[in-house]
C-alpha cells in the first residue's frame, strides 16, 4: 500500500527558500502524478503543481510560478518542490497526493483533489517575518 510523507517545511522570512520532499513507501511512483496542495487557516485545501510520472507534464498554481519548480526523482521514489522567493500568502500545510497517470485530467492545469488517491499527513510552512 502506498504511503507518503512530506518533510521540508518550516518557519522562513519573506524572500528565503524551502524544499519540501515527499517521499514514497510501499508502492512505486514510476505510474503515478503527484501533486502538491496546500491549505492556509481557514481556508480549503488548494492545488498548487503537479507532475506527471515521466516529468514530461509539470503544472502551477499562477500564484507560484516563476518562483516554485516540482521536479522528481522515480529512481528514490521521491517527489520535491523548491519555493524560492516565499511570500507570507505561501503559509499553510503543504502535502503530496498520488494519482494514476491514466486519469484523464490529472495534471492538465492546476491540480483538483479529486483524481489524488493518496495523501501524506502534510508539512507546515510559515512565512513570516
Known amino acids: 500500500q502506498l504511503q507518503l510523507v512530506e518533510s521540508g517545511g518550516g518557519h522562513v522570512h519573506p524572500g528565503e527558500s524551502l524544499r519540501l520532499s515527499c517521499a514514497a513507501s510501499g508502492f512505486a511512483l514510476d505510474d503515478l502524478t503527484i501533486g502538491w496542495f496546500r491549505q492556509a487557516p481557514g481556508e480549503e485545501r488548494e492545488g498548487v503543481s503537479c507532475i506527471s510520472s515521466s516529468s514530461r507534464i509539470t503544472q502551477y498554481a499562477d500564484s507560484v510560478k516563476g518562483r516554485f519548480t516540482v521536479f522528481r526523482d522515480n529512481a528514490k521514489n521521491m517527489v520535491y518542490l523548491q519555493m524560492n522567493s516565499l511570500k507570507p500568502e505561501d503559509t499553510g500545510v503543504y502535502y503530496c497526493?498520488?494519482?494514476?497517470?491514466?486519469?484523464?485530467?490529472?495534471?492538465?492545469?492546476?491540480?483538483?483533489?479529486?483524481?489524488?488517491?493518496?495523501w501524506g499527513p502534510g508539512t507546515q510552512v510559515t512565512v513570516a517575518s
Open positions: 497526493g498520488a494519482g494514476w497517470d491514466w486519469y484523464a485530467g490529472i495534471c492538465a492545469g492546476v491540480p483538483t483533489e479529486g483524481p489524488y488517491g493518496d
